[in-house]
Structure formats: C-alpha cells, structure tokens
T-cell receptor, first 110, second 113 residues
Framework: SQQGEEDPQALSIQEGENATMNCSYK?????LQWYRQNSGRGLVHLIL?????REKHSGRLRVTLDTSKKSSSLLITASRAADTASYFC??????????FGEGTQLTVNP | DGGITQSPKYLFRKEGQNVTLSCEQN?????MYWYRQDPGQGLRLIYY???????QKGDIAEGYSVSREKKESFPLTVTSAQKNPTAFYLC????????????FGSGTQLSVL
C-alpha cells in the first residue's frame, strides 16, 4: 500500500505565523485526511478532503488538494503554542486500509 | 463519554513472553485497527477487523495475533516471535465502510526488559 510523503519533516515558527506542510503521493486516492498527534498521545482527525474537491476550510485550517500533482497542503493560520504537535497525512484508497505518512513535527514558539 | 480505551498505558515484556494489549470501544463502530508507531515515524498497520469474528493482516502482521469475539473489543497479542516489539501501539476504530475518519485510543508504550 502506498504511503504519503510529508515535507518538511520538522517546522519551527513563532506564534502568530502561518504554518504550511505538504503531502505527496504516487497513486490515485479517494480522499486524503490530516491528523494531529500530541506527544505520547493518540491521533486526532482534523479534516478530510475528497478527490473531487480542491480546497476545504475548518476554523484556522485550510487544506488543498491537487490531484494532477498528487499533492496536498495543510495551512494553519495564526498559529498558537497549543498547535505544537506532529501532523500526519493519511491516504484513503479503495479497500479497507488508510495509510499514514511519517509526519511533520511542528513547533510553535511563544 | 464515548471513546476508545487502551490499556495498559505502559507495558514491559520479558524475553520469550507473550503480552496482550487491550482495546475497547463504546462507539458502536464496526471496524477496528491496530497500528505500530516507532519513534519519529508514521503509523504502520498490523491488523484490522471490519466485522466480528473476522480480521485481516496488515503490512507488519508477523509476530502479532488478534481476536475479534465482540464488536467492542479487539485485543492485540505481541508474541515472542516479534523480535523487536518496543514501540508505541495505537488502536483505532471507524463506523463507516469508506474509512473516512478514524478515532484513536491514547496508545500503549511497550518496552522490552
């Protein structure tokens, strides 16, 4: 099963700045999801974008999907210290499996 | 409150020992999953179950076993055949056939003594 590749591996910004992380993949997908993981905890679902959608918003989160380039980006606007976490993209394809990338570690400095 | 409960939070395994990680959900979800996470890595699928009394191997099933006798329970046994079991284990569930949103437990950290 394919795995998303995330970029950058780590990102450090100041509070109030925007954070952008990217996910690329190789074969077709039905949807792409983003999850957050605080250190030592389980993952929390943030947002899902379907293959026929180009952009979705949820609060301070904006996700884009470009199926021609097989890539997605997650933008967190006006970041806060509480946004410090690892962020994972997950690929939903036909079948029962959801596969996860290796994540981007975001650090928001107060 | 509805959710997924994993226990214990920390577990230690001795050489040659089998250990079982518990995962219970009260969300009435049909599908349940076990993932392994190594430090600084993503999640790798060990086993999943879409319905009671049925389960399938994931990408790294060797050295692990599962059962699904009840809808709400999906225990994972790490057997002595798993030579590198130290990792963070995450259980998840979802209600829909399209797997559009997974709910995760808080994880079990397994270490070898």
């Amino acid at each position: 099963s394919q795995q998303g590749e995330e970029d950058p591996q780590a990102l450090s910004i100041q509070e109030g700045e925007n954070a952008t992380m990217n996910c690329s993949y190789k074969t077709s997908i039905n949807n792409l999801q983003w999850y957050r993981q605080n250190s030592g905890r389980g993952l929390v679902h943030l947002i899902l974008i379907r293959s026929n959608e180009r952009e979705k918003h949820s609060g301070r989160l904006r996700v884009t999907l470009d199926t021609s380039k097989k890539s997605s980006s997650l933008l967190i606007t006006a970041s806060r210290a509480a946004d410090t976490a690892s962020y994972f993209c997950a690929l939903g394809s036909s079948g029962s499996r959801l596969t996860f990338g290796e994540g981007t570690q975001l650090t928001v400095n107060p | 409150d509805g959710g997924i409960t994993q226990s214990p939070k920390y577990l230690f395994r001795k050489e040659g020992q089998n250990v079982t990680l518990s995962c219970e959900q009260n969300l009435n979800h049909d599908a349940m999953y076990w993932y392994r996470q190594d430090p600084g890595q993503g999640l790798r699928l060990i086993y999943y179950s879409q319905i009671v009394n049925d389960f399938q191997k994931g990408d790294i099933a060797e050295g692990y076993s599962v059962s699904r006798e009840k809808k709400e329970s999906f225990p994972l046994t790490v057997t002595s055949a798993q030579k590198n079991p130290t990792a963070f284990y995450l259980c998840a569930s979802t209600s829909d056939g399209r797997k559009e949103k997974l709910f995760f437990g808080s994880g079990t950290q397994l270490s070898v003594l």
